[in-house]
């Protein structure tokens, strides 16, 4: 398990089946990450299982699900758009480590993890996963998100959103990829702080076997 000096807020965004799940389940293996959904709370009020909506990926029933699931959540957050948001920031303010929720479909959400009340000491960033970047928007939209294609590619342009490529064939490419993304995430990360910079990476990097000198 990878050490980190600091507490990080991540989220993904994507298409179904793009990876988000992938690089959540990474960072927790890897960083030690919790990971969150904002779906989850509507899938509790909304009457399925976890166990039950895995089950409808396999059986093929999951697109019609999803529709379900997204219209009782435009239903309840008509009136209160953070309905389902604030509860789980909630949860990510009371977890003493790094946290990545995994499913930032609305400029709500995204706002949550940008505006995010922090201290000094903890990191805030948004990813947007993608297996084909140029065919990741229908009509201006993200796949099943609210999301246009300008607020993605705004974010990407002024660096509040970092794009994730997964176009390899195979998890074990998917995550060695990822392992040399995250290295250079956590080493951009270290840099900024009060503490001196040359400390912050001699103890990040003593967790590798490969010496400062080949990765600086």
Same mark, same amino acid.
């Given at each position: 398990?990878?050490?980190?000096? !600091?507490?990080?807020?991540?989220?993904? &965004?994507?298409?179904?089946?793009?990876? *988000?799940?992938?690089?959540?389940?990474?960072?927790?293996?890897?960083?030690?990450?919790?990971?969150?959904?904002? #779906?989850?709370?509507?899938?509790?009020?909304?009457?399925?299982?976890? %166990?039950?909506? %895995? #089950?409808?990926?396999?059986?093929?029933?999951?697109? @019609?699900? +999803?529709?379900?699931?997204?219209? =009782?959540?435009?239903?309840?957050?008509?009136?209160?758009?953070?309905?389902?948001?604030?509860?789980?920031?909630?949860?990510?303010? $009371?977890?003493?480590?790094?946290?990545?929720?995994?499913? &930032?479909?609305?400029?709500?959400?995204?706002?949550?993890?940008?505006?995010?009340?922090?201290?000094?000491? /903890?990191?805030?960033?948004?990813? =947007?996963?993608?297996?084909? !970047?140029?065919?990741?928007?229908?009509?201006?939209?993200?796949?099943?998100? *609210?999301?246009?294609?300008?607020?993605?590619?705004?974010?990407?342009?002024?660096?509040?959103?970092?794009?994730?490529?997964?176009?390899?064939?195979?998890?074990?490419?998917?995550? +060695?990829?990822?392992?040399?993304?995250?290295?250079? %995430? $956590?080493?951009?990360?270290?840099?900024?702080?009060?503490?001196?910079?040359? /400390?912050?990476?001699?103890?990040?990097? @003593?967790? !590798?076997?490969?010496?400062?000198?080949?990765?600086?």
């Amino acid at each position: 398990m990878i050490g980190f000096p !600091f507490k990080r807020v991540y989220g993904l &965004i994507g298409s179904p089946r793009d990876g *988000k799940n992938s690089v959540a389940q990474f960072l927790e293996e890897t960083r030690g990450f919790t990971s969150l959904a904002f #779906a989850d709370q509507i899938k509790e009020e909304f009457g399925i299982k976890k %166990e039950d909506f %895995e #089950a409808a990926k396999i059986s093929g029933e999951i697109d @019609k699900i +999803r529709k379900a699931l997204w219209d =009782f959540s435009e239903k309840k957050t008509k009136n209160n758009p953070s309905y389902f948001i604030s509860s789980v920031m909630q949860r990510v303010s $009371d977890l003493d480590g790094s946290v990545v929720i995994t499913d &930032i479909r609305t400029m709500d959400e995204l706002c949550a993890i940008i505006g995010y009340k922090c201290s000094f000491n /903890e990191v805030k960033m948004s990813y =947007f996963v993608s297996r084909d !970047f140029e065919n990741s928007f229908k009509n201006g939209m993200l796949c099943e998100s *609210k999301l246009s294609q300008e607020t993605i590619l705004g974010g990407i342009e002024d660096c509040t959103i970092s794009r994730i490529n997964n176009n390899r064939s195979g998890l074990f490419y998917f995550y +060695r990829d990822l392992d040399s993304f995250f290295a250079k %995430e $956590d080493l951009k990360h270290l840099l900024p702080y009060n503490r001196s910079w040359r /400390e912050s990476i001699d103890e990040y990097l @003593k967790q !590798f076997v490969i010496t400062q000198r080949e990765l600086l």
